[in-house]
């Protein structure tokens, strides 16, 4: 399995070089060499996850087959501030956002956000605990060690955006995201204990915000979610790259990804109709 990074975001799985005029024929050679390999060593399938757009890799070798799911992201229309943004949404979407984003004055909260050298050790602890936190509530498995984030703040520090909330100076919850010149990823979150409507806040309004702030084009605030469409994330597509050993196997899985294809097409349409800006 082609998953890393190990996080739900599209990018190259194969990588090959920019000198090379015909990418696309290299990509689905090497594919063929894994798969070949694979066959080999009598491994039941093979899978790339979070591909750009497969089809013309499934073109070149019918044995492939494409799955296609939806994510929900926010895209940054050069808005000049979040109220600038909250403009272009409908008058009963606007008040529902302006509601949620009271949890933080109602609560006495106050938002920080730290990046690089300004994340400390006692902010990765308590993070940790909040990571541990979420995972146990929603029956979970805690497979990120404390080492790991520890290892990320080393290696990564300049690209991770720390957001934590706190009550009379004392840390309730933190939400995690990385960065690039053009994204911001939302991944973790956790609190101590609920405060309504601290979620949106830490995880899709901050980031928003940082967003426009620092002119990042996309925010992706990790899988599923519908809830998220009702606050400017809008449904994309997202695809994924399989061949499975037994054929018959394969053709019936093949068969129902076709009929899944549709069915989220037609979702993403459906979706698209209740998008929260004026002009819908």
Known sequence: QSAIPFTPVTGERIIVSDALKDKLSKKV???NRIIKKTKKIN??????????QPNNIKQQNPELLVRQGIQFHWKNNNYK???????????????????ERLCIDSNNLKIKLLIGDKITSEHWDFFYQCYLNTTGRKWGSAYLTKDFFLELS???ADKILLIIA?????MVASAINFLSSTHL???LW????DIPYLHFELCYYQAIEYAIANNIKIVEAGAQGEHKLQRGYMPEKIWSL???KDQQFSKAINKYLDQEISLTNKQKKDLEQFAPFKNN
Do not use: A
Not at 43 to 52: A, D, G
Not at 190 to 193: I, K, Q, V
């Open 166 to 170: 706190l009550k009379e100076e004392k």
């Open 242 to 244: 399989h061949w499975i």
């Open 190 to 193: 956790g609190t101590m204990y």
């Open 81 to 99: 501030s979040f109220d600038d943004f909250l403009k272009t949404l409908s008058s009963r979407k606007r008040k529902v956002i302006k509601k």
């Open 29 to 31: 050679e090497i594919i």
């Open 154 to 156: 080393k290696t990564l």
């Open 185 to 187: 990823y939302g991944r």
């Open 43 to 52: 491994v039941s399938s093979l899978h790339f996850n979070f591909l750009p």
